[in-house]
């Protein structure tokens, strides 16, 4: 079955940097895009991008162009996203869904943003 | 950007209940529009892809429906599990948006 396990909760500092993981399983990694999108309480939901692992492929949403960088390890079936010059705007939970259809979601990952 | 307005923003049910829950979008969005299940520190969960379609393991209660820039989720009667968030996701056009939710909450 279709499983995307995500990384654990952080605590990270402004200005400073973080990188979290999405572990993919039952099913073929390299043929299926990988989105991320984040979740914040008052904002709702917003998409960040996209990655197609079989070729490295990405398109993000202009709004985090810049903040977010999007990279696929086809080794180890994980897609990463990282966040840069994180403020406390970006605290939020950031989750993985796979496919065009984003069908499949992983659990969510809280990134919190505080000196 | 497409803007996706989901209303209401809060229901008050009970179990037997029939509900819909509305994503009007800004402009035609060609029935490309998902509609997600999301309880508490969970996952989301695809219920309804492309308008209509039944995500494969979820019930026949929950059916979607629209058109254009109109689309609705109807659950046709309530069940205990059912009370959670509901938003829904247009993935027509570049970028993706999604509703502001729908929380479902037990009468």
């Known amino acids: 079955q279709v499983q995307l396990q995500q990384s654990g909760t952080e605590l990270v500092k402004p200005a400073s940097s973080v990188k979290i993981s999405c572990k993919a399983s039952?099913?073929?990694?390299?043929?299926?895009?990988m989105h991320w999108i984040r979740q914040q309480p008052g904002n709702g939901l917003e998409w960040i991008g996209w990655?197609?692992?079989?070729?490295?492929?990405?398109k993000y949403n202009q709004k985090f162009d810049g903040k977010a960088t999007l990279t696929a390890d086809k080794s180890s079936s994980t897609a990463y996203m990282q966040l840069s010059s994180l403020t406390s705007e970006d605290s939020a939970v950031y989750f993985c869904?796979?496919?065009?259809?984003?069908?499949?979601w992983g659990q969510g990952v809280m990134v919190t943003v505080s000196s | 950007d497409i803007q996706m307005t989901q209303s209401p923003s809060f229901l008050s049910a009970s179990v037997g209940d029939r509900v819909t829950i509305n994503c009007k979008a800004s402009?035609?969005?060609?029935?490309?529009l998902n509609w997600y299940q999301q309880k508490l520190g969970e996952a989301p969960k695809r219920l309804i892809y492309?308008?209509?379609n039944l995500q494969t393991g979820i019930p026949s209660r929950f059916s979607g429906s629209g058109s254009g820039t109109d689309y609705t989720l109807t659950i046709s009667s309530l069940q205990p599990e059912d009370f959670a968030t509901y938003f829904c996701?247009?993935?027509?056009?570049?970028?993706?948006?999604f509703g502001a939710g729908t929380k479902l909450e037990l009468k």
């Open positions: 492309n308008t209509n």
């Open positions: 990655i197609y692992p079989g070729n490295g492929n990405t």
């Open positions: 996701l247009q993935h027509n056009s570049f970028p993706n948006t």
């Open positions: 039952g099913y073929t990694f390299t043929s299926n895009y």
């Open positions: 402009q035609n969005i060609n029935k490309y």
């Open positions: 869904a796979r496919s065009r259809q984003l069908d499949y």
